[in-house]
């Protein structure tokens, strides 16, 4: 049977909430007082000698703050590889300013400091030297010319202490180089932000620690009124701390993620927890004094009633901070399990350290307890609770809820560089960079398309470039820079609107070229018409003459037989002269005739030969050659001499010998074009041909008419064609909207056009990207909604394309970024429930109630909301800030674990006082627990009030969340809203326990 003590010497073993076994473990501490002590010192020592410090493990094994698992990394991974950009994942940007711009003397240190990069294998894995390359130096330096940044690629990711270790580095190389230079250079990018940040809070922790222990101190000094007293509880929070330290830096060796947030965290939540835990057990201690008992006796009591209600506190806190390491964000993740460790280590020394502390301190009068001077007040408090329940519940709550309300207007930030100093050199290197450059120019954000063929075709690249033209008309893209618009602007000889333009000036040169030549194609049918007309007055000129000369060639012909067969004659007798003679005389008509036809011939002897259809038409040459002939004889005299031959008697033997050789003469030009027979046919062959040639011409004429009248017409349509290409080429103009595109895909033969290329698509055409820039900060939530319509109208963009196949992403920080939410979001929830969960099953077990845990929690619920929307007065509306997006949860696991604390210290005594009027035991409860619970909540409100020293906006928010929380759940829940709803349910608080 347990052993009973007599009231006023002791207490009732059989009491609800005793601990026989606390009891046992306190009794061999205080009595091993000395060993227990020397342990818990010795164990410091140990820790503190084996390890190295905290500072340097986390150093050494920071925490990567991203998972590798995110899918805009595997994107970015990809599009590194493709592209050959190994390093591009985790990108650094060193920004020069100088205002006399790029100097020789300056571009002499650039370059030296860009061969010492890439040196530098061990933490640079890619410079991209765009000053190197005239196709993209004008992207590198600003408009002004007095700044110019170069991308670095550096090892390791966001937050590891590969990647510090490189930006350290590449900061080193930056300010040797520019050492005693007129050129100011800074290294900035999202790796040299967690940099700066993480080593801000690492230069927080010192002025922190100190400033939050005073603030305990003096708390502890004014609870207890007693120098010594005060130093009690902060002899045990500094060697749990000490111990935790080791104890974290063990497992950080031993390779458990240490972050700096979670050596800063586990700081303040050991002072905070661990001061509380010291103050319970001390407040427990002296109500035991004051009831008559012994130190020693007093202090086993205070842990066996205590010890339990500190344990399931301890538990409940430790287990929800252990339920961040499931979170999928390392960052988060590496917070919850080391505060876990201090929380228990701080409970440890309470349960072990203290109670001999405390028994040495009272063998030598120290701690002793005081007057409860607060105890009226308190007492006078839960009376005026228990008489107006209601309107205490009512009132409580609605502060609480005009305070939740306002909740609702919390904006959550992303953006690291608003949460650490402006003065941090990667902010001083933004600042520069914005100074000269588009705002946030150097956060790319890339569309990327992967398809299973070459898209280098003239139909792929029309497609893509369409793609662009929907990307570039979404609300907020400020361009859009791909293959087809290296420069954010589409190619201006593919546009078809261009080359409209150009077809229609050449149409419109060609026009006026045209016009000038009009009089030329009057001038062509006049020559036509007059052309016409000449070849028919010739054909009607020469039909009668040609006539004529067809019927004389039948005299001619008998001339020139009688003539040969007087020259016969005359050659071979002389005896027949007189009968030739007689002959003769019988052809002078025929010779006058045929002159007389000569004689209207004569003209045609000068005009065929100079005719151009004669000179092509043999006929007519014959005849022309003849004619010449046959004037030739007449103006000889050659028929005149016939006549007058044929007219004379008298022998004249050398006018017969002229005779003779005219003759022959004749015969011979006759025989040389044939027979007269022969030319009676050729004359009309030359009739025909002069008369189809006459027609043709008049044809000719009419053809030249109609074509000039058609060449007319066809200027004026030409005019007007030409007119409305260049009126829609100039609409077009510097139009996204605009569907006409045709590159050729020889296009990528062009050295020129290829080095440019390169940047947007891949050797093997089957992955290109977009280049996007935005006019919303990168961590605003109009760059995560516009990310998301990016991929939403690139995805509707591609059915029924070319590049139907093809898959897209989208690779950047503003997709980090908004993965980085999405993460962030189901992390929030996850922590959230599995918070309540773990806080719910504790109170049940430990109450053994159903209600009292469903109201507690609810209670601890509006809590946290109520301080959300204060935070959010304070820092959102009055001071301008976002709230940074990982505290609501920081602060949700402290407010709701610690409340939970408090709940089961109040909750636990009411219990207690619990066996016969429930009115009576809320008022005992109050007026015992609320100096102690005040005294907990503003000790830990304290310690989260410390961080407010700090420089890093997350810890400043965080200690002011936190520590608001606890002040609104001290004095309105605890006080207030708890004791009012107890008051009404009565013995239903307990059910179905009763």
Not at 203 to 212: G, M, N, Q
Not at 504 to 518: N, T
Not at 603 to 608: A, C
């Amino acid at each position: 049977m347990p052993r009973r003590m007599r009231r006023g010497r002791g207490v009732d073993e059989t009491t609800t909430g005793y601990s026989p076994a606390l009891a046992a473990m306190t009794r061999f501490t205080i009595r091993h007082r000395w060993s227990v002590i020397a342990a818990w010192i010795a164990l410091a020592a140990i820790l503190a000698i084996v390890f190295p410090q905290l500072e340097t493990v986390v150093k050494r094994q920071s925490v990567q703050m991203l998972p590798a698992s995110m899918h805009a990394a595997r994107t970015l991974d990809h599009v590194s590889t493709a592209f050959h950009e190994d390093g591009s994942r985790t990108v650094l940007f060193i920004a020069v300013e100088q205002s006399s711009g790029l100097t020789p003397q300056t571009r002499q240190r650039y370059d030296a400091m860009v061969d010492r990069l890439r040196a530098d294998t061990a933490h640079v894995r890619m410079v991209q030297d765009l000053l190197a390359d005239p196709a993209t130096a004008s992207h590198a330096v600003s408009d002004d010319g007095q700044a110019w940044y170069l991308p670095v690629g550096i090892s390791g990711t966001l937050g590891d202490p590969s990647a510090t270790e490189s930006v350290n580095a590449v900061r080193s190389i930056v300010t040797d180089s520019f050492s005693g230079s007129p050129a100011t250079a800074r290294v900035t990018g999202p790796p040299a932000t967690i940099v700066d940040q993480l080593g801000a809070l690492q230069r927080d922790l010192l002025p922190i620690t100190a400033i939050t222990a005073a603030a305990i101190a003096l708390i502890l000094l004014l609870i207890y009124r007693s120098l010594f007293a005060a130093l009690l509880p902060l002899i045990t929070i500094g060697v749990s701390l000490v111990v935790t330290r080791g104890v974290l830096s063990g497992l950080g060796v031993a390779g458990v993620p240490i972050s700096a947030y979670a050596e800063l965290f586990v700081m303040a939540i050991l002072l905070g927890a661990g001061t509380d835990y010291s103050v319970f057990l001390i407040s427990r201690y002296h109500e035991q004094r004051r009831a008559g008992m012994s130190p020693d006796d007093s202090i086993v009591a205070a842990t066996a009633f205590m010890g339990r209600v500190l344990l399931a506190s301890a538990a409940t806190v430790a287990i929800a901070f252990a339920a961040m390491h499931f979170t999928r964000l390392r960052a988060l993740a590496s917070i919850g399990p080391a505060c876990s460790v201090g929380v228990m280590v701080g409970f440890a020394a309470a349960v072990t350290l203290l109670p001999p502390i405390l028994s040495i301190a009272a063998g030598r009068g120290i701690g002793a307890p005081k007057l409860d001077v607060s105890r009226r007040y308190w007492n006078a408090l839960a009376v005026t609770v228990v008489r107006r329940p209601r309107a205490t519940l009512a009132i409580s709550l609605v502060v609480l809820l005009a305070l939740s309300g306002a909740a609702a207007a919390t904006r959550l930030g992303y953006d690291d560089r608003r949460g650490q100093p402006s003065d941090t050199e990667s902010n001083l290197a933004y600042q520069m960079l914005n100074r000269h450059f588009p705002a946030d120019m150097v956060f790319s954000e890339y569309l990327v398309l992967d398809a299973p063929a070459d898209m280098r075709t003239g139909k792929s690249l029309a497609d893509l470039d369409q793609l662009a033209s929907r990307i570039a008309q979404l609300p907020g893209v400020k361009k859009v820079s791909g293959v087809t618009r290296p420069t954010g602007e589409r190619l201006e000889q593919a546009q078809l609107g261009w080359q409209n333009g150009r077809i229609g000036d050449q149409m419109a040169a060609a026009v006026d070229q045209a016009r000038d030549h009009r009089d030329e194609l009057t001038q062509l049918t006049n020559g036509a018409d007059q052309l016409a007309s000449g070849l028919t007055q010739l054909d009607d000129r020469l039909r009668s003459p040609l006539a004529a000369i067809s019927s004389l060639m039948p005299q001619i012909a008998d001339i020139t037989s009688q003539l040969t067969a007087v020259q016969s004659q005359l050659n071979t007798s002389g005896a027949d002269l007189d009968q030739i003679l007689a002959q003769v005389h019988t052809i002078a008509p025929i010779a006058q005739n045929a002159k007389a036809t000569v004689d209207t011939l004569d003209h045609l002897g000068t005009d065929l030969p100079n005719s151009p259809w004669c000179i092509t038409t043999p006929q007519c040459q014959q005849i022309g050659e003849q004619i010449r002939v046959l004037v030739a004889l007449r103006d000889n005299g050659f028929f005149d001499q016939i006549s007058a031959f044929s007219d004379s008697s008298i022998a004249q033997p050398q006018r017969l010998r002229s005779l003779l050789d005219g003759l022959g003469a004749f015969q011979r030009a006759g025989g040389a074009h044939g027979s007269p027979q022969d030319i009676v046919g050729q004359i009309a062959q030359l009739q025909s041909g002069l008369g189809r040639l006459a027609s043709g011409a008049r044809a000719l004429a009419n053809g030249v008419h109609t074509l000039v009248d058609s060449n007319i017409q066809q200027l004026s349509g030409m005019s007007q064609v030409a007119t409305q290409l260049q009126e829609s080429a100039r609409a077009t103009t510097g139009a996204d909207s605009s569907s006409g595109f045709f590159l050729p895909s020889d296009t990528f033969q062009r050295d020129d056009f290829a080095r440019v290329a390169r940047q947007f698509i891949t050797g093997d055409g089957k992955t290109t990207r977009l280049l996007i820039e935005s006019e919303f900060d990168p961590y605003s939530p109009q760059a995560v909604t516009l990310n998301h319509r990016i991929i939403e109208t690139a995805r509707a963009a591609l059915p029924n394309t070319s590049l139907a196949t093809a898959t897209v992403d989208v690779a950047g920080f503003t997709a980090f970024n908004s993965e980085l939410q999405q993460l962030m979001s189901a992390d929030t929830l996850q922590t959230f429930a599995v918070t309540l969960i773990i806080v719910v099953l504790i109170l049940i077990v430990l109450l053994r109630s159903i209600v009292a845990p469903l109201y507690l929690i609810l209670t601890v619920v509006i809590n946290f909301l109520a301080a959300l929307g204060l935070t959010t007065i304070v820092f959102q509306l009055i001071l301008g800030q976002d709230i940074v997006s990982i505290a609501p949860i920081m602060a949700f696991i402290i407010l709701v674990a610690v409340g939970a604390d408090y709940n089961m210290l109040l909750v636990s005594r009411l219990r207690e006082e619990s066996i016969s009027n429930n009115r009576v035991a809320v008022i005992r409860t109050v007026a015992n627990t609320g100096s102690v619970i005040s005294s907990a909540g503003v000790i830990f409100a304290a310690s989260m009030f410390g961080l407010l020293a700090g420089s890093v906006s997350l810890m400043l928010q965080i200690g002011f969340f936190v520590g608001a929380g606890l002040l609104i759940d001290t004095f309105i829940v605890r006080t207030l809203t708890v004791p009012a709803i107890a008051t009404l349910l009565g013995k239903r608080n307990w059910w179905p326990g009763g």
